[in-house]
């Protein structure tokens, strides 16, 4: 079967395709014949670390979605023909997190990923394809919609009359968009591009902002809130938004604390929670409960996912670079 490799080795390139046996499913286990996979940003953060030795070799991307296609012994809940997908953590199927479940995240430093013709997973870490999608558009799913749910659905609260704030137009920004929309919850949504705001009008953004033109745009948001300010904000820039997401936020808001588009380890001034008694709730992705809540949701108000571009998988080289150009709108998604 086909695949592609992260390379460590210097001059070949740090994305190699592979030609590799088909995995066997073992006890347990279901092997998925892939359809399609997405990337998230998180792939090019692990693209860029791919000279490290722990990586060589491993299939990257930890969402992909496709047709069960074999099953070992002591499989109940599945069939040869099922539609699934993968949940981002292997090993995260409900309950609490813990943090024992990281080395299961699917194309990290541990765990093969889903850019790869057939993969073997363990019967629990799959969720049915909502009947609605395509396995295109559940390949999606996985990273960037469990994230927007988990943070602003199960532990947020999210709901009729709130505000929420967006930064950006990829993949859990536009998520969390749909969400908050199909809800009764109005968006704020902050983009680098006037283009991409006036898609997301057609997506429920209520109060568009150019960060671009306007780079303190936290003054924005409480101008056009009248000072209220917003009661969620996806935080997905990291030090270079999170102070001002902190001065963004209403009274009694939370931030749902997930993104590093700008780096890794922000310090804010969080004098402004107190005062405000306001709550920040850190997320890492989510588990296959999270997942199937989520499902049911996309079924029940027809949520389709927001594809930008799809590629070939002779042209993952491309999906990555298309990604790292930030000009996509959604998702960027491999056909296999
Ligand atoms: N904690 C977790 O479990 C978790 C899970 C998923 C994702 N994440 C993180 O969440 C972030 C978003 O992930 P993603 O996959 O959705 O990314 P993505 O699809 O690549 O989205 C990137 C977009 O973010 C916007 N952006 C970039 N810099 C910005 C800034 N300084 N201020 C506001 N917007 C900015 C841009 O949109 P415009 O062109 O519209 O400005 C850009 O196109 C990443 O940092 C990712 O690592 C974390």
Not at 230 to 239: D, I, M, Q, R
Not at 248 to 277: C, H, M, Y
């Amino acid at each position: 079967m086909k695949a592609y490799h992260l390379n460590s080795h210097a001059g070949a390139g740090r994305l190699v395709r592979a030609d590799v046996s088909k995995p066997e499913p073992a006890d347990g286990e279901v092997r998925i014949r892939v359809e399609a996979a997405s990337l998230n940003y998180r792939d090019l953060l692990i693209l860029d670390r791919a000279g490290e030795s722990e990586l060589n070799g491993r299939v990257p991307l930890s969402d992909g979605a496709g047709i069960v296609d074999a099953i070992g012994p002591d499989v109940g809940q599945w069939q040869v023909g099922d539609r699934v997908a993968a949940s981002f953590f292997r090993d995260w199927v409900t309950g609490p997190f813990k943090s024992s479940y990281v080395p299961s995240s699917l194309g990290g430093n541990a765990t093969d990923g889903m850019l790869a013709e057939y993969v073997v997973l363990p019967a629990t870490a799959l969720v049915p394809v909502p009947p609605h999608l395509s396995s295109l558009e559940a390949a999606t799913l996985p990273c960037a919609g469990v994230t927007a749910w988990h943070g602003l659905v199960t532990r947020g609260a999210m709901g009729k009359g709130d505000l929420l704030l967006v930064q950006g137009t990829g993949g859990v920004a536009l998520f969390g968009l749909q969400f908050a929309a199909a809800l009764g919850a109005r968006a704020i949504v902050i983009s680098s591009s006037d283009e991409k705001l006036a898609r997301a009008r057609t997506l429920g953004g209520s109060i568009l902002i150019n960060y671009r033109d306007t780079p303190d745009w936290d003054a924005a948001v409480m101008k056009a809130t009248g000072g209220a300010g917003a009661s969620h904000v996806l935080e997905l820039g990291g030090p270079g938004t999170y102070d001002r997401t902190l001065r963004s936020l209403a009274s009694g808001g939370k931030i749902i604390q997930i993104g590093v588009l700008t780096g890794f380890g922000p310090k804010p001034d969080l004098a402004r929670l107190q005062w405000e008694n306001a709550d920040i709730i850190g997320v890492t992705v989510g588990s296959v409960e999270h997942f199937t809540a989520m499902n049911r949701f996309l079924t029940d108000h027809a949520i389709h996912p927001i594809v930008d571009r799809i590629y070939g998988f002779e042209d993952v080289p491309k999906a990555y670079a298309h990604l790292r150009s930030g000009s996509h709108f959604g998702k960027v998604v491999v056909t296999l």
